[in-house]
């Protein structure tokens, strides 16, 4: 049992909160990064586990580990041309291996025939293109040699008894220190950073909690050390008050907009293009530009943020088909970003027309229509009338007729009296989703 001081890790205001958030809730949409030795076997970041490799056999991606094409000035302009506004790396993945300089580890970036700080590299280039930065930490560590071996560990036995046995002479107090080391280390020694992301904990039988990572002291220690960082949920501090900025819904659709205590919170989905995180040679299950940018406006619909990842390859590019899908969300966003930032769910008293998703800009006071399913000529938005001052197609800012009910009883549709009909063209705009901006009165 808590006490509502015990409950308090840090003491901010909901108004200090709310402007420490400010800049993420605008901006809506950022890039994730996965990196690390998995690039190479490229077949999901999770091949150490799935496949139960020793660090033995893993050990041959460490030596091969040299991405000569790494360019992460490209990485950040193709990130800033797709309409995302800030980007989370992978600083260190389960596997264990850090992509930054580490005073307490070779498994590190520096110590491959690669030989250079991959972070440091990064955190300057995204910066220079007016990217907010993040890091993504891996709690779990599947090299470590004092991590207890748990039941997401590649050496896990199948037999739980064993774990007691596996586990003699691993000290997780060792590696909760080394943990903490890591942490101040990458909120030391780059700067100001925007996001952090921890990744995760998994409470029950042979799973890890708050206590294994000492979150309390660690969120506590993230504070100091970067007062302003937006840090996500996944250090298993859910009874306290700071169990950090935002949710992090990942590979689904949320229902509606998440609640904690009953109170909307905020909140981000991340999201691949094709179901792994790593770098997947032969992974067949991409998803089409219509999907991606659904997935986006979806988000923002119920007052939420994408995070949309990328895995690398092993040579240290991005592969030509999240290229392509980049490219393709970035035609998207060149004409329709003011239906995004700055955005979020549209009030209640505007009623979802069918086969479509609102956005909402509360400072301009305007709502956005995405046609999912292009409707033909006649567009009812029940309830609208009186609401709407002036219609436009947003990405060419070309009139749209508005008509009532009493105006256009010839339309034979069952229009009630309180409804709004536009005339769209025939012919369905070019590009993905086009979006009716009405400007309310
Ligand atoms: C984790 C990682 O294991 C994965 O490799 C990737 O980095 C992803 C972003 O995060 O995967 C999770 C973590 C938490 C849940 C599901 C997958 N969860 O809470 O349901």
């Known amino acids: 049992q808590l006490t509502a001081q015990e409950k308090k890790i840090f003491n901010e205001t ?6 420490r958030l400010a800049w993420w809730k605008n901006d809506r949409f950022g890039m994730f990064i996965h990196w690390g030795l998995y ?5 999901h970041e999770w091949v150490k586990n799935r496949e139960q490799l020793t660090n033995e056999e893993y050990q041959k991606y460490f030596d091969a580990f ?11 302009r193709m990130a800033k041309a797709a309409g995302m506004k800030y980007a989370v790396i992978t600083s260190k993945h389960h596997e264990g291996f850090c992509l930054f300089d580490s005073k307490y580890t070779d498994y ?10 991959i972070i440091k590299e990064w955190v300057e280039a995204f910066r220079a293109e007016g990217l907010k930065v993040g890091f993504y930490y891996s709690l779990i560590d599947w090299h470590h040699p004092d991590y207890t071996i748990d039941r997401v560990h590649p050496q896990r036995p199948a037999d739980t008894a064993d774990y007691k046995k596996l586990n003699q002479g691993r000290d997780m107090a060792k590696y909760r220190e080394y943990l903490r080391n890591q942490l101040k280390e990458i909120l030391t020694n780059y700067g100001k950073i925007d996001i952090l992301w921890t990744d995760f904990s998994f409470p029950g039988a042979y799973g890890k909690d708050h206590n294994d990572w000492n979150s309390i002291e660690l969120i506590k220690m993230i504070r100091k050390l970067q007062p302003d960082i937006i840090v996500n949920d996944r250090l298993d501090l859910g009874e306290y008050e700071d169990g950090g900025d935002f949710v992090t819904p990942e590979q689904y659709k949320v229902s509606e907009w998440p609640t904690r205590n009953g109170k909307q919170v905020p909140w981000e989905t991340c ?3 094709s179901g792994s995180w790593g770098y997947y040679r032969d992974e067949t299950s991409w998803k089409d530009t219509k999907q991606l940018l659904g997935l986006l406006i979806e988000s923002v619909s119920k007052g939420g943020n994408l995070l949309l990842n990328v895995g690398p390859t092993g040579r240290g590019l991005f592969d030509p088909r999240a290229q392509a899908a980049l490219k393709a969300m970035g035609d998207w966003m060149q004409v329709n970003s003011r239906a995004i930032y700055g955005c979020t769910q549209a009030p209640p008293e505007f009623a979802k027309p069918d086969n479509c998703l609102l956005t909402y800009n509360p400072t301009t006071k305007r709502l956005y229509v995405h046609l999912l399913d292009y409707p033909l000529q006649n567009f009812t938005l029940p309830g ?21 009910p009493t105006q256009h009883h010839s339309l034979g549709k069952n229009l009630a009296d309180n409804d709004l009909n536009l005339s769209l063209p025939v012919k369905k705009p070019e590009g993905e989703i086009p979006v009716i901006e009405l400007i309310l009165n």
């Open 66 to 76: 040299n991405p000569d094409l790494y360019n992460p000035k490209e990485w950040a």
């Open 14 to 19: 909901p108004e200090q909160k709310e402007q």
């Open 271 to 273: 999201q691949t293009f």
């Open 39 to 43: 690039a190479l076997p490229a077949r």
């Open 108 to 117: 590190k970036a520096t110590k491959t025939p690669y030989g250079k700080d």
């Open 384 to 404: 609208y009338k009186g609401k709407v001052k002036y219609a436009q197609f947003l990405h060419d800012a070309s009139e749209i007729k508005m008509s009532t």
